[in-house]
């Protein structure tokens, strides 16, 4: 089980409470971010609600699924994917992302970063997250029940240029939103980019 000593690869420590991003070791503030141009969410979960919103009031144009994706893969992201990069983000359910993973293979992109979502009970989440390298977390017990929030930022701050094979695994727990329903799969935000450079 996690627990508050639980650490992160390349030396990034965490502690029990939610991320929010910190200074990346090794990036500058003129490193170039991606660009995300579509946030896609699940309406079937408040969370995801959350973090739609907290990206469609930055700007970010947003499209809710109830599970179900083909609609988006026809009539929007294939078109899109076709006419060149496009990174796209999202917090859904399991299952949602990995169809859109084995969809983003046949048009050479990849998920980039990856944060998973687990309940443990009514009152905690567990969060695992692997990503790129320059990607650093830190905590804020704030924000202790505000993770949607914090995973827009997350997928905001994500670096433009990716290496493959560069990143990192982390792992924490903190509190579930007030009054969470329960899931029926974990929850997880994702990026999805063009395939990583070597």
Known sequence: MTNRREFIQHGVALSAAPFV?????????????????????????AESRLFASALAAQGLPTHGITGDV?????????????????????????????????????????????????????TRVEHRLTGPEPLSVSTNPRIEASWPSWSASAVRGLPATLRR???????????????????EEPLVTWAIALKPAA
């Open 70 to 122: 083909t609609a988006l893969w026809y009539d929007d992201l294939y078109h899109r994917w076709a006419q060149g990069a496009s990174p796209i983000v999202g917090l859904t359910g399991a299952s949602s992302l990995f169809c859109l993973e084995q969809l983003a293979w046949k048009v050479e992109r990849r998920v980039v970063f990856r944060a998973e979502h687990r309940q443990i009970g009514n």
């Open 21 to 45: 991003l910190g200074p990346a070791v090794g990036v500058t503030a003129t490193t170039q971010r991606m660009k995300p141009v579509l946030a896609i969410f699940d309406h079937q979960y």
């Open 165 to 183: 094979g560069v990143k990192f695994e982390a792992r924490a727990t903190g509190s579930a939103l007030p009054d969470s329903a329960a899931w």
